[in-house]
């Protein structure tokens, strides 16, 4: 019928004639279908790169918080009372053992060790004395002398030798304390500003330290686990699904996100699980030769604890859902199936999957743009590197199924 009326539009006015053709062309597209877009189920096949899942020995590490102790840490007080006479040491410069690092002055101490050595000599002088009457006496016993004038010249010995005895002991003590006017460090390390100055009064085992000296190469690292972890990782070596290696690989990263180049060593399992937050502490060791750990740093360490059977994959391959769960897509008989996994941590850029995925499975690593769960799909066979690049290791054309 349109047809049939185009000749009389035709006659009216110019702008009439272009309306009546575009309405003429109107027609017959809004006649026509629509396509369903690529992708989507009863529609084009999606094309989409697929890597082959298998099973593979993965390590097996824990991720747990730590902080950094001292090596060793001692308070520097003073043993003797006196005026600080000299700070020797330079704050921030490592010390060792031995080292002096303060100075009291020393005369009253000097003439004490004199007094001391005097008392010596007047003891030994006393000795000598005894000796010589005792030996005269037992000469002359019976003919002059008692018996009972020997005996008290032998309880005369035996006092001169006590008060000897005692005098040395008095020579050792003020030798001491003269020895201790010197303030020594007891171990290696780096000392912190003093807290005195040259000329301030101390006092014998003073509560103010004088400074304090801190040993950072070996340190410590204490860091908690749960004991219920502890409890489900003996679950899996008593399964035989944890291998344990030879050794435990223990790993640390800096406050910075950088990996520490020395590996460190248990010194303590624990012992006792924590009343308030159910965790075992556990100490570590590492070697510090560039001071790159300092104590009170938190830091993350990584611990290797043995193998584990288990599928690897790509972290850029899956995603999580609102619930939480961890989701990827795998190509089954050309169509795009969506899976959950369960996942046990990661390893390197892939989560360790123990479920929801099995060796020999397609999973769909590139094209994920849009695909939903039951898309019609073409698979590519691809490669994935550690950093995520895909690259095809067949020809472009593609190839039906999963």
């Excluded at 990584?302 to 584990?308: A, C, S, Y």
């Excluded at 790509?314 to 169509?335: I, N, Y």
């Amino acid at each position: 019928m349109l047809i049939s009326i185009l000749p009389s539009l035709l006659r009216l006015a110019p702008w009439a004639a272009v309306a009546a053709a575009l309405l003429f062309c109107a027609v017959p597209l809004a006649a026509q279908p629509m396509g369903a877009p690529p992708g989507m189920a009863g529609g084009l096949a999606t094309a989409v790169g697929v890597i082959t899942m298998e099973t593979q020995q993965v390590p097996f590490a824990t991720t747990v918080p730590g902080r950094a102790v001292a090596y060793e840490q001692v308070d520097i007080r003073p043993r003797v009372g006196g005026i600080v006479s000299e700070i020797v040491y330079p704050p921030g410069r490592p010390v060792a053992v031995g080292d002096v690092l303060f100075r009291i002055e020393d005369r009253t101490y000097r003439a004490e060790v004199a007094a001391a050595k005097a008392e010596v000599a007047l003891a030994e002088a006393s000795v000598s004395t005894a000796q010589d009457t005792l030996a005269r006496y037992e000469k002359l016993v019976g003919i002059g002398v008692t018996a009972e004038e020997l005996a008290t010249a032998r309880v005369s010995l035996l006092q001169a030798e006590a008060d000897l005895s005692a005098a040395e002991a008095a020579l050792q003590v003020a030798e001491l304390d003269l020895e201790r006017t010197e303030i020594k460090s007891p171990i290696a390390g780096f000392p912190e500003v003093p807290t005195v100055s040259v000329g301030a009064l101390v006092t014998e085992n003073q509560t103010d330290a004088l400074t304090t000296i801190t040993r950072i190469d070996p340190i410590y690292v204490d860091v908690e686990e749960s004991s219920r972890r502890i409890g489900e990782i003996r679950n899996r070596i008593d399964a035989g699904s944890l291998r344990v290696g030879a050794g435990v690989d223990i790993r640390l990263e800096l406050e910075t996100g950088e990996a520490y180049a020395g590996q460190g060593k248990m010194v303590s399992p624990g012992a006792s699980v924590s009343t308030t937050t159910g965790t075992t502490e556990i100490r570590l060791q590492f070697d510090n030769p560039e001071r790159r750990i300092l104590p009170g740093q938190f830091l993350r360490v990584d611990i290797v604890l043995g193998t584990t059977e288990a599928i690897l994959v790509p972290q850029g391959a899956t995603s999580r859902a609102a619930s939480g769960e961890l989701t990827a897509f795998v190509a089954v008989d050309g169509k795009a199936e969506q899976r959950i996994l369960t996942e046990q941590g990661s390893y390197q850029n892939a989560w360790i999957v123990t479920e929801g995925i099995a060796a020999g499975e397609a999973l769909i690593v590139d094209g994920l743009l849009n695909l939903g769960d039951g898309a019609a799909v073409a698979t590519v066979p691809v490669t994935i590197s550690a950093d995520g690049v895909v690259t095809e290791t067949a020809p472009a054309a593609t190839m039906d199924g999963g």
